[in-house]
């Protein structure tokens, strides 16, 4: 049995690592440009808009994967924490729509996961993780948008804006993808004790039938023995009417 998550689950981990590298990249061009621009522009410069160009047009399909993901692991959630308090179209609503997204949508989204996982023994320890990040990520999104509308009203950015710009965007990602990984994770353990759980109850059922069934064999058995003695009673008694008096 496999999660309706699962392919975009590892579609999603892959985009999340390019994009940490890429951002990576980036800042260290930044960082090259702030010691040394002579050597920035002779060997970083064209890395470093190469590495912009790459981050931006993987951002945007990242966030269309996202939105897929969000959807499946929900329904993921719902099948196995049928208590889970958000169905996947609300869960979509919430991190789509602007502002409300940003202030509440997201980070509840990932409270609730945190909160049912944590329900089960199996997947608590994921649970955890996931609700200890929910509000850091949030914080992270507000800091992240603030200082990049800062480096996007500037017609000459500083280079130390930029820099922490490009901190802040590795460290964005990074949590994402710990999100992403401990949500993967305690689905997962969620399905295996429900599976487990599932051929326990079928042992359980098959061992109780074979219980029944050996106590009929024993029951049959001992009738019939109670039948053959009675036979042999029966047959012995006649044999004794037959012997002649003496």
Known sequence: MKLYSELTTNIMKLMLIILIAVAAVSTLATLAYIIDIDFYIDYAYDVDNFAGIMQ???????????????????????????????????????????????????????????????????????????????????????????????????????????????????VLFTVYLTICLQVALGLRQALS??????????????????????????TASEDQVAATESESAVTTGLSLDKRPSE
């Open 193 to 218: 004790s429900r599976i487990a759980t599932t051929e326990a109850a079928a042992l359980a059922v098959g061992d109780e039938s074979a219980g029944d069934t050996i106590e009929e064999i024993e």
């Open 56 to 170: 931006l047009v993987i951002f945007y399909i990242n966030l269309i994967v996202f939105l897929v993901w969000i959807y499946r692991v929900h329904v993921d959630m719902k099948s196995l924490f049928p208590n889970h308090s958000r169905g996947p179209g609300g869960a979509l609503a919430c991190v789509m729509i602007p502002i409300y997204n940003l202030f509440y949508g997201i980070s509840s989204t990932f409270l609730r996961i945190g909160k049912s996982m944590q329900s089960l023994p199996a997947a608590s320890t994921p649970g955890r993780i996931i609700g200890v990040l929910a509000i850091p990520l949030t914080i992270i999104i507000w800091v992240t948008n603030a200082v990049e509308r800062s480096v996007q009203r500037q017609d000459s950015p500083n280079e130390y804006v930029l820099l922490l710009s490009g901190i802040l965007d590795i």
